[in-house]
Structure formats: structure tokens, C-alpha cells
């Protein structure tokens, strides 16, 4: 979308013509492991996914889901009562859709060994003999070469996901044994991979009934129970142990060490990443290789020794295996979906909005292509989705101050789905907070809508100042109607037992009592710090536009949000990953706090903190902040003399910084000139 002009909705028509894919025929060479992406990659893919979208709307009508008539193929993985039956089986666990609208037992049969796996064995090892030793610049003829029994399974794969109802599929472990060694540049052992003490999932699980959500024969309560947390669906455990040793110390990795936070996910969502996810990978390969190399730039944060290598190979082999897919005409899938997303996520941590902005645009094009508002909410996927999705568009309309692309029927749709939900569970906490987390993603996209109409005169100041009146309304009753969780002091944390002693220096106090919650509460922490940051960004936009001094209590609120944020920082029972769910709220609290040198050390410790864990903030944010406090060297690094710069993040950075050099000769799209449009306009003394 063209952020400098009015908004109306994207034409995907423009996209040009390219070459037909064929072995000796590509547009896009493929890169060297451990090697960076040519920076006009991912324009490639964006032109290929408008291109295939746009080919796709000329043709016959899509039939929503559930409405076709066509006969369904047999299956030996659905359930006994829906093969006893004779109806196709939806293969949702713990129990399908069919077994809960009729309130029957569902039971599936128990995973059987299978009966080809000798032919499977030995095509596997012919495979192995026809794969060559992989080396950086013999790298292309081999993928060319190259026809993991992975990939061999994805075609097959894809359709059948494709016709399910739910948008799931079974994972498939027939004829997927692979070759002894899968080159993605180590060349040392693997760590051994140690489940932290702390477990996200017991840390959330609520201590009674109460905040479980109850189980009735309606349908909605049956959408309900895939959005139950993690720990209450106790779902059968994929098995990886097809897969080549790398890909699966990475996705063990993943299960056992990251959490929802890592995704930026508002609501408990471990079941979505550790096992819908996952389950996606195993069915479509670039999907595999853009989670395993999400999973593979966690841990090489943690090792010492880590090497950029160590996941760039895998971005760049997802990367290279979707435009494959893109060109050969296969079929668009959730799966695919998924991919842009999780790479758009990986963009993200490095800090090149350049890429994030084409993985955007790019998974606007394909959801909508896939789903419309009346199926979006139907499963816990296409849900994930959405959220997945709309966060990053919302976070796009407030960097630049202009409108988003996904329209507001979407969000529309969301809050209902959840509101439903509420009215069938009342007694439920999960689903109190799933719908707040959708009633304040609402009332983020009302207000970039609002404020990005008065500059391009699509609205009247009477009519914004009558619009906004009603929004502030809103934005207040949405923190009121959480008052009665948040004083629910069966899960205030009072006792801080095990953290660091306060520094002397601090400018909050982190260990007061009850200023925390926990259990199934926890989430509540992250939204108070969106509600504070959503407040502050309203009252200071609106002075902006009203020419008015902003408001004293600016400075309180983000106050606050560093407290929040250093309580979940340093409480002992904080599930991995928290602080960088928290990154966001940090980022527009550390703006409005007073500029001393106390504060700003504080600030300036907590960001690096940040990016020490592999989130990389944007290049603009931190001109800001060193124009705001008059430090240039925080352009380097956020601390003195190098202080907290891991090497790791230092060799990331780099890498960004050289990747975006070679790119700058491109014509910069109007997205990314308007990027720094939120942050030209704050001026706090």
C-alpha cells in the first residue's frame, strides 16, 4: 500500500511478468549456506505472491470451506467413531469437530509402524547416495540435485491440507526418512538441549477450575477448546524422529526453550507454536526451514560460540525453497502462509523493516487470498493467523501514521469470535483475556484509522475531535472492565524471593508487592504495559493535533511501564522470553520519561538489555533516542565502551548494516520513507 496517498485497497495487477520456472531457467540464484540473501530476494517473492494471487481472483469463484461437494478421500488417521460412520473426520485433537457437535466419544487409533518402511528405507538410502557432500559453492547444483524424501512428501501434503476442513493435517511420517547429514555449515557438536526450570505452561496453569473453560456439545465451545492453554489439552507429541539430526535438535530446542513471548503473541499460544506449528513445518518444507532456522537463531544467542551461520543457512534455503514454490504454481496454503509470516518474524529480530515491510505485504496478499472474514475465526490456526498478521500491520500504521492494509472487518470479526466465546464461558479467565487482548487490538486500529484521516482531510476537525471523544471513552472503559481480574489477589505476586537486590540507581521500585500477577493472570502484565503505551501514544498524538502542551501524567504512565517491565524482568518465575514480549511497551516508555543522566542509564541499560536477547530495534528508534538525550554513541551501542555487546549481535548487526548498504541504490518504496514518520514528530524535552 501506498502510505502517501489515500488509502483504498491494494491492486495487485502491477505485478511483472516473469520467466517460467525451470531447473535452468531462474530468476533468483540460489544462495550459498551461511551466505546473506540478495536484498532484492524478498521483491521476488512479493511479486510472486501478487503475481499468483492476482491469477488466482481471475479465475472461478473459491468455495468457502465447508461448502464444497466434492468426495473426499479415504483415510486410515481420522477417528474410530467417524470411520465407523462413514463421515470424513476432521483429525482435530483432542477430539474432532463431528464427535463434538454430537457429543461422541472420539478416539483415534494408535500410531502403527509402517508396513512400506523397508521400500522407504531403502529409497531413503538411495537418496543419501545420490546427495552429494554439501559445500558453499557447490550449493546450487545440489539443491537442484536434491530430493529430500521431505520434499518428496510436500506435494501430497499440501493438497491434502488443503481440503481439510480446518485447515490442519495430520503429519505424515511415510517415506520420510532422510540422509545422515544435512549441510547447514556446523561443523561441531550441538549443545544438549536443557528444558529451563521454569516452564511457561506451569507457571500459566491456573490452580483451580476457575479459569478453565467449560466444555459443552455447542460448536462454539468446541472452537473454544483449541484456544485452551497448552497444559489443559495434553496434545499427542509430534514425532521428529524422520527428520536429520540438525532440524530436529532445533525443533526440540523450540518445544522445550521458546514460548509464545518469542512470537509476540499477547495470549497463552504454546499450543499454536509447539505443536499446530510444527505440525505445519513437517507438511511444507520452506515452512520447515523458516521455523528450524527461528528456532536455530535462538540458540545460537545463547551459545558462546554461536556463529551467524548457524540460522542464516536456514533463512536462506526457506527463502530460496519458497520461491520455488511460488514459481512452480503450487498451490497456496496455510502452510505458505505461515512461512512469510515466520520469516517476516525473523526480519523483525534482525531489525531490517526494508524485508519486514515486503514479508508484510506479501502475507496481506495471501491471507486474503485464502480466507475471507466470514472463515478467518473457524480454527486456532487461521486465528493464530490473524493475530500473527495484524500485529505486524498495526505496528506498521503506528511507525508511519498512516492507515493499515487489512481492513477493519477483520479485527471486527476477531472481537466477535471471542466475545461469543465469553458469553459461553463467563466464569473463564482464558477467555476474559482473549477478549481483551482483541477488544485493545480494536481499539489500536480505531486509533490509527482516526489520526491518519485528519491529515489527508478525510475528516472534518469537528468530526475528529466529536471521534476521538469516544475513543479516549473507550480506551478508558477497556482497562476499567479488566478491574475485577486485576484485583483478584489469588494471583498477585507479593513475595519477589530469588531476584537481584534494587540497584541504588533504579528509577522504579520492581519488588512492590502485588504489582505483578501470575498464573493464569501473567498475561494481564503485558496488556497493562499495551494499555499504558496505547494511552500515552493517544494523549500525545491528540496534543500534537490539538496543539496543545501534553499532558503531566505522560511521564507517570511510563513510569509505570518501566516497572511492569523490570518486575517481569527480574521475578524469578517469568517464563522465557517475557522481556522481549515487553520490548514494544519499553520502546515508547523510555521516550517520555525525564532525560537526567539516571534515567537515561537506566533506559540505555534496559535496551541493550534487549537487544543482548536478539531483538534488534530499527535504525530510526535509535537515532531518536540519541538525538533525545544528546548521546551519539548510542548509533554504535546502547552502552559505553561496548559494555553488554555480545559478538553474536554484533556480527548481526553487521551483517543487516551490509545487507542494507547493498539495497540502498534501490528506489525506496513510500512504505519505508514514511517509517519514521511517528518518530519525526516526537519532540520531548
Known amino acids: 500500500m501506498n502510505r502517501g496517498q ?10 511483472p511478468v516473469r520467466p517460467a520456472y525451470s531447473p535452468t531457467n531462474t530468476y533468483l540464484p540460489e544462495p550459498q549456506f551461511g551466505q546473506p540473501v540478495n536484498p532484492s530476494t524478498w521483491s521476488e517473492v512479493v511479486d510472486d505472491i501478487q503475481q499468483s494471487t492476482s491469477q488466482g481472483a481471475s479465475g472461478a469463484a473459491r468455495a468457502l470451506p465447508g461448502t464444497e461437494h466434492t468426495k473426499h478421500r479415504r483415510t486410515r488417521s481420522g477417528c474410530f467413531t467417524c470411520r465407523q ?15 463434538w457437535k454430537g457429543s ?11 508396513t512400506k518402511s523397508s521400500s522407504s528405507k531403502s529409497a531413503a538410502a538411495k537418496s543419501k547416495e545420490s546427495i552429494p557432500e554439501e559445500s558453499g559453492s557447490e550449493e546450487e547444483d545440489d539443491i537442484k540435485k536434491e530430493e529430500s524424501p521431505v520434499r518428496e512428501g510436500v506435494q501430497k ?5 488443503s481440503k481439510s476442513k480446518t485447515g490442519r493435517k495430520k503429519p505424515r511420517d511415510k517415506g520420510t526418512a532422510s540422509r545422515k547429514k544435512q549441510a547447514h555449515g556446523h561443523k561441531q557438536p550441538l549443545p544438549s538441549i536443557e528444558k529451563p526450570e521454569h516452564d511457561a505452561n506451569v507457571a500459566q496453569s491456573p490452580p483451580s477450575d476457575a479459569s478453565s473453560p467449560s466444555r459443552s456439545g455447542s460448536r462454539s465451545s468446541r472452537h473454544l477448546d483449541n484456544t485452551t492453554p497448552e497444559s489443559s489439552m495434553s496434545p499427542e507429541k509430534i514425532s521428529l524422529s524422520h527428520l ?5 535438535y532445533y525443533l526440540e530446542y523450540l518445544r522445550n526453550n521458546l514460548t509464545y513471548h518469542h512470537y509476540f503473541f499477547r495470549s497463552e499460544s504454546n499450543y499454536f507454536i509447539r505443536h499446530i506449528l510444527i505440525e505445519n513445518a513437517l507438511s511444507y518444507e520452506p515452512l520447515l526451514h523458516a521455523v528450524v532456522g527461528f528456532a536455530a537463531f535462538q540458540a545460537t544467542l545463547k551459545n558462546p560460540d554461536g556463529k551467524i551461520q548457524d540460522f542464516l543457512s536456514y533463512y536462506n534455503r526457506s527463502v530460496s525453497l519458497l520461491l520455488k514454490s511460488l514459481a512452480s504454481g503450487q498451490k497456496h496454503t496455510d502452510a505458505t502462509l505461515l512461512t512469510i509470516l515466520q520469516l517476516a518474524t525473523i526480519e523483525e529480530y534482525l531489525g531490517d523493516w526494508v524485508n519486514l515491510l515486503g514479508h508484510q505485504k506479501a502475507a496481506y496478499s495471501m491471507l486474503t487470498e485464502l480466507h475471507t472474514v466470514e472463515t478467518i475465526t473457524v480454527n486456532e490456526l487461521r486465528r493464530k493467523i490473524l493475530a500473527w498478521y ?4 498495526l505496528f506498521a500504521g503506528f511507525m508511519s501514521g498512516y492507515e493499515t492494509v487489512l481492513g477493519r472487518e477483520w479485527f471486527v470479526a476477531n472481537v466477535q469470535y471471542y466475545t461469543e466465546q465469553l458469553v459461553l464461558n463467563p466464569d473463564s479467565i482464558h477467555c476474559k483475556l482473549e477478549a481483551a487482548v482483541a477488544n485493545h487490538r480494536m481499539l489500536a486500529l480505531d486509533m490509527v484509522l482516526l489520526f491518519a484521516k485528519l491529515p489527508r482531510g478525510a475528516i472534518s476537525m469537528q468530526d475528529f475531535r466529536r471521534e476521538n471523544e469516544k475513543l479516549e471513552a473507550r480506551i478508558g472503559q477497556w482497562k476499567e472492565g479488566l478491574e475485577p481480574l486485576m484485583s483478584d489477589d489469588r494471583y498477585l505476586v507479593e513475595s519477589f524471593e530469588g531476584a537481584p537486590e534494587r540497584d541504588e540507581d533504579d528509577i522504579v521500585n520492581p519488588y512492590r508487592p502485588g504489582g505483578l500477577m501470575q498464573g493464569p493472570l501473567w498475561t494481564m502484565n503485558f496488556l497493562m504495559m499495551d494499555w499504558c503505551g496505547t494511552k500515552i ?8 493535533i490539538m496543539q496543545e502542551e501534553p499532558h503531566a501524567g505522560l511521564t507517570e504512565l511510563a513510569l509505570d511501564m518501566c516497572r511492569l517491565f523490570e518486575a517481569v524482568e527480574y521475578w524469578p518465575g517469568s517464563a522465557p522470553g517475557s522481556i522481549l514480549s515487553a520490548q514494544a511497551g519499553l520502546g515508547i516508555a523510555v521516550i517520555f520519561i525525564p532525560k537526567d543522566e539516571r534515567h537515561t542509564m537506566w533506559c540505555r541499560r534496559k535496551l541493550a538489555k534487549i537487544e543482548s536477547q536478539g531483538y534488534t530495534y530499527p535504525p530510526t528508534f535509535r537515532a531518536k533516542m540519541a ?30 548494516e551490509d545487507r542494507s548498504q547493498k539495497s540502498s541504490n534501490q528506489p525506496m518504496t513510500e512504505d519505508l520513507r514514511t517509517m519514521k514518520g511517528l518518530f519525526d514528530k516526537l519532540n520531548i524535552d
Open 6 to 15: 489515500p488509502y483504498q485497497q491494494p491492486n495487485f495487477d502491477y505485478a
Open 85 to 99: 460412520r462413514r463421515v470424513k473426520c476432521d483429525e482435530t485433537r483432542p477430539k474432532c469437530e463431528r464427535c
Open 104 to 114: 461422541r466419544t472420539c478416539t483415534y487409533p494408535e500410531p502403527k509402524t509402517n
Open 157 to 161: 501434503g499440501v493438497k491434502e491440507t
Open 244 to 248: 536429520p539430526h540438525h532440524q530436529r
Open 390 to 393: 495484524s500485529r505486524f500491520d
Open 537 to 544: 501514544m493517544h494523549t500525545y498524538q491528540t496534543a500534537l
Open 627 to 656: 538525538n533525545l538525550w544528546g548521546v551519539p554513541e548510542v548509533h554504535h551501542w546502547w552502552l559505553p565502551n561496548e559494555e553488554g555487546y555480545p559478538p553474536i549481535v554484533r556480527s548481526i548487526r553487521s551483517f543487516i
